[in-house]
């Protein structure tokens, strides 16, 4: 356990950096729409903090597929429900979406998931199988 633990960390701390430059580029997009004229130092400092540590958490998690007793599918579930509350916890704290869009967040947020998460798996899938049969050969 304390592998994994170290591997979540690692991974979290080497993405980290991502969340802030994500921001930055959200930021720079809702100033040129003109959503977002000035950020107190508050909103700034909050939204850095939270990008960051959500970046963290969700490179950290992807550690769950490193567990070879645990099953693929289960461990995509662990996934899902760590980014969800994740993401939908930092988004409600920061005002990034409103109490009454948590519905239709939660549906598009599992549709995507669900979506990635299947194209990454049978792609990945495929080539093992391909592998195995180059092996069998």
């Not at 461990?75 to 979406?97: E, R």
Request: proline fraction near 2%; charged fraction near 15%; aromatic fraction near 16%.
């Amino acid at each position: 356990m304390r592998k994994y633990l170290k591997d979540f960390c690692f991974r979290g701390m080497m993405f980290a950096w991502g969340g802030p430059v994500i921001l930055a580029i959200v930021w720079t997009f809702l100033h040129k729409a003109g959503v977002v004229s000035s950020l107190s130092v508050r909103e700034v400092a909050v939204g850095i903090l939270s990008m960051t540590i959500m970046a963290f958490i969700a490179a950290g998690i992807s550690i769950v597929y490193q567990i070879e007793n645990l099953p693929k599918a289960f461990a995509g579930l662990i996934q899902m429900s760590v980014l969800y509350a994740d993401y939908l916890g930092f988004y409600l704290l920061n005002g990034w979406i409103p109490l009454n869009r948590v519905g239709a967040f939660t549906l598009i947020y599992v549709v995507i998931f669900a979506v990635v998460w299947s194209i990454i798996y049978f792609t990945v899938r495929r080539k093992v199988d391909k592998m195995n049969r180059m092996i069998n050969k």
